[in-house]
């Protein structure tokens, strides 16, 4: 990256069938003011209108298909790999940027050549886009919130580096190909982050709505998106070797920073968080 010149980011949005919400996602990049961005969108062969819509911007995308996948994961796999930006990130079709997120980003990957994350708050919508409210995060090392607190990160508002995105490798089709890639994803990325940084600011706006494939997989399987996120935290477990005295260390410190940064005093439920900790099935 050259010195004063804003970083290329590649933003990534898979799509299948979401012609209601598409088009915003798409302005909400396009709109951003940001001099850099590679934008991507890979379509599984929409059959609702979603292309249509989609065509409409084609001259404004760095590289756009529609076409037969095998679910979200690959889509996002078929991105990453048209992907030659400094930055990298994915946007679901039902997610969109705040003005001027993307000019936060890059000036903070320009300011710390050694950054490999950086991440924010989002606000949550409905189906009418009206605000129904907004989650934060506590500002702390990735892998402390996902492996120690088994907590999510905002995937709609997280940036990582090229350079840890190529460590981490493709996202795992096979065993996430459409629930829970992004916690099995980050998870095993937060093990490439050299610096991390975190804004106090709403970078996104996230759809909360039943005929989520988060949701539909909880009606079917209530247990799926705890099933899944334990395989993920078990591999990486295991991979790198860490103890239950590791674990426990690792909760307990986090735990507590948590509950300073949110000001609580509350403690959490021991016997939940043991059987989290030590991955009961």
């Known amino acids: 990256m050259n010195n004063g010149q804003y970083p290329k980011i590649t933003i990534v949005t898979p799509v299948?069938?979401?012609?209601?919400?598409?088009?915003?996602?798409?302005?909400?990049?396009?709109?951003?003011?940001?001099?850099?961005?590679?934008?991507?969108?890979?379509?599984?062969?929409?059959?609702?209108?979603?292309?249509?819509?989609?065509?409409?911007?084609?001259?404004?995308?760095?590289?756009?298909?529609?076409?037969?996948?095998?679910?979200q994961t690959h889509a996002l796999n078929k991105g990453f790999e048209k992907a030659t930006g400094a930055v990298f990130a994915w946007l679901n079709a039902d997610e969109e940027y705040l003005p001027g997120t993307l000019i936060e980003v890059g000036k903070a990957f320009m300011a710390d050549p050694e950054l490999d994350f950086f991440f924010g708050n989002r606000v949550i919508i409905d189906e009418d886009h009206e605000e129904i409210g907004r989650r934060k995060w506590v500002p702390m090392h990735p892998k402390w919130q996902i492996l120690y607190r088994m907590s999510d990160l905002p995937t709609d508002a997280s940036f990582w580096s090229a350079r840890a995105h190529q460590l981490t490798g493709v996202l795992d089709e096979k065993k996430f190909p459409t629930l829970s890639m992004d916690y099995d994803w980050l998870l095993r990325l937060s093990f490439n982050v050299r610096r991390w940084k975190m804004t106090s600011e709403y970078l996104s706006k996230f759809t909360e709505?039943?005929?989520?494939?988060?949701?539909?997989?909880?009606t079917v399987n209530p247990n799926s998106a705890k099933t899944n996120s334990y395989f993920a935290r078990r591999r990486v477990i295991e991979r790198y070797n860490y103890s239950k005295v590791h674990l426990f260390l690792g909760w307990a410190i986090a735990g507590l920073w948590c509950r300073i940064f949110e000001r609580r005093v509350s403690r959490p439920h021991l016997v939940f968080s043991i059987k989290n900790l030590f991955l009961r099935k």
């Open 209 to 218: 709505r039943p005929d989520r494939i988060t949701q539909i997989g909880a």
């Open 16 to 71: 299948y069938n979401n012609v209601k919400y598409i088009k915003n996602c798409i302005v909400s990049v396009l709109t951003q003011n940001y001099p850099n961005i590679e934008y991507i969108v890979i379509d599984g062969a929409s059959t609702d209108g979603t292309a249509e819509i989609i065509e409409k911007y084609k001259d404004k995308l760095a590289y756009y298909v529609s076409e037969k996948d095998r679910g």
